[in-house]
């Protein structure tokens, strides 16, 4: 197990980009009989252990046999999510955190998915025209995505973009959730300051004192910068803190909930190598059995507060 980490001192990474040219404001769906409730949002005081445990047991066999690697009981109680909370979730993908924070959160709680850039998504080779143009309409099919599924006693839902100015969502924020989602904000920062937008586009949308948590694939710290980038999934825990302390966030404490020690990438392995993905492995038994040994991938798991 590695030993809790903390730091102080902050290093500069790249000055903030501009919002990338995305115009579409916050995407917003809140129910008739809950318009205006913004002005009378009030937080839940703690943690509600028994309410997430309840939401947890609801979810499907699919979701359940993920718990052991990804700890959300755990990891949603490190960070200090209570119901009544304003949420932002980075990345939500097919929502596998989102389908336990809606109900977690709450009738008075909300929800907001956020996504690259549109401007990022041409970095990634699979990317072509008409799937980067489909991208800019994501936040309202995420939201209407989601109302097939939200139940009616759950969080609101809205949805935005990191290259849309936080707007009317400015400082209204409790926390903001990266699981697993800044690699590839890490990896292309180069080309067009990308973690430094999403970092400065937290910090607006957050209120004062709001919080960041974090999870993610760890690399050895041992390994070079060049290699640490994020392209192989991996990111080295000490410039992660950096890269939040430099914008403008204090680094609170780190956990080991998500840590796997066997997990030990070498030069040129990807956290997709191991499962569920199981890249590479084919019909290779021995290979698949092996990888299936090590378990999903070693992870941080840090907290920050908005400075």
């Known amino acids: ?39 009378t949002y009030s937080a839940s005081p703690k943690f509600d252990a028994a309410k997430l445990s309840a939401v947890l047991n609801d979810q499907p066999d699919k979701t359940k046999d993920r718990y052991e690697a990804r700890n959300p009981a755990e990891t949603l109680e490190f960070f200090g999510i209570t119901p009544g909370m304003y949420v932002g979730e980075a990345l939500p993908g097919g929502g596998w955190y989102t389908k336990i924070l809606v109900p977690y959160l709450g009738e ?31 936040p309202e099919e995420f939201v209407a995505k989601s109302a097939e599924w939200a139940p009616e006693d759950g969080a609101k839902i809205a949805a935005t973009t990191f290259g849309t100015p936080a707007g009317d969502m400015a400082e209204k924020l409790d926390a903001v959730l990266y699981i ?11 080309e067009g300051g990308y973690l430094t937008q999403a970092l400065k586009h937290s910090h607006n949308s957050l209120k004062p004192g709001g919080i960041v948590g974090v999870v993610q694939h760890r690399a050895p710290e041992s390994w070079e910068d060049a290699q640490a980038t994020g392209s192989a999934g991996y990111v080295k825990q000490s ?24 997990d030990q990438p070498g030069e040129g392995d990807v956290v997709w190598r ?19 040994a090590i378990g999903e991938t070693d992870r941080m798991t840090l907290l920050f507060k908005k400075r």
């Open 1 to 39: 197990m590695r030993t809790i980490l903390t730091l102080t001192t902050a290093a500069l990474i790249l000055a903030a980009c501009s919002n990338g040219g995305d115009t579409k404001a916050v995407v917003d769906a809140v129910k008739p009989s809950e318009a205006g409730s913004d002005a």
């Open 108 to 138: 008075n709680g909300k929800l907001v998915g956020i996504d690259y850039s549109v401007d990022m998504w041409p970095e990634f080779s699979f990317a072509n025209d008409d799937f980067i143009e489909a991208k800019k309409n994501w």
């Open 180 to 190: 697993r989602a800044l690699h590839n904000l890490s990896r292309f920062e180069a």
């Open 239 to 262: 410039n992660l803190i950096a890269a939040f302390e430099a914008a403008g966030f204090d680094f609170i404490e780190a956990s080991e909930i998500n840590a796997n020690p066997k």
């Open 274 to 292: 191991l499962p569920p993905s199981l890249n590479g492995v084919g019909d290779d038994a021995a290979l698949k059995a092996e990888r299936m």
